[in-house]
């Protein structure tokens, strides 16, 4: 049985059209600032690593970033059969403080990492729009690093007040 023209069509080029609409329909005024990193020590073993930590901030989020932070790989030592290979952990401050409006916040997590570093940890947080400062730290010896980033305001204009 022959296969018809238009169905070899669709299964050729139907995945690179896909791929053409994905990549086209992102978007393009999205942001990422990422912080410097924070060297650190981790608990229940002797082991450091460095916290890495960004800001997305996007107009189709506004008022709102999404803070995320990540552990390099970490390099230490562990008692037990997987001596070279500790899982280690700390916890990780986001502080942040909007200089425009005054509002202020963290996001905290709890970071658990191993000889491939850890997951991504990630959260909105609602600064309002405006120029926003960090200082990312963790519960460890560790030294403070300190960033900033820029939130976008709602690009529609609010309606008009009701009129009597």
């Known amino acids: 049985m022959r296969t018809p023209t238009r ?3 669709a299964v050729l080029f139907g995945p690179i059209a896909a ?4 990549v086209t329909a992102a978007p393009a005024s999205a942001v990422l600032v990422e912080f410097p990193q924070v060297p650190t020590f981790l608990r229940d073993t002797p082991c450091g690593a ?3 930590s960004w800001a997305d901030t996007s107009p189709q989020w506004p008022g709102r970033a999404i803070i995320s932070v990540q552990a390099t790989p970490v390099v230490g030592y562990t008692n037990g ?3 070279f290979a500790p899982q280690c952990e700390t916890l990780v401050t986001v502080a942040w403080r909007n200089v425009n409006t005054g509002r202020v916040g963290e996001y905290r997590v709890p970071l658990v990492a191993g000889i ?11 600064t309002d729009p405006g120029h926003v400062v960090v200082t990312v730290f963790t519960d460890m010896p560790n030294v403070p690093q300190h ?4 939130v976008p305001a709602d690009p529609k204009p609010a309606p008009p007040p009701p009129s009597e």
């Open 7 to 9: 169905l070899r069509a």
């Open 19 to 22: 791929v053409t609409l994905a």
């Open 50 to 52: 460095t916290i890495r």
């Open 81 to 83: 059969e997987y001596s």
């Open 116 to 126: 491939y570093g850890s997951i991504q940890y990630a959260m909105f947080q609602d």
């Open 147 to 150: 960033g900033a980033f820029d």
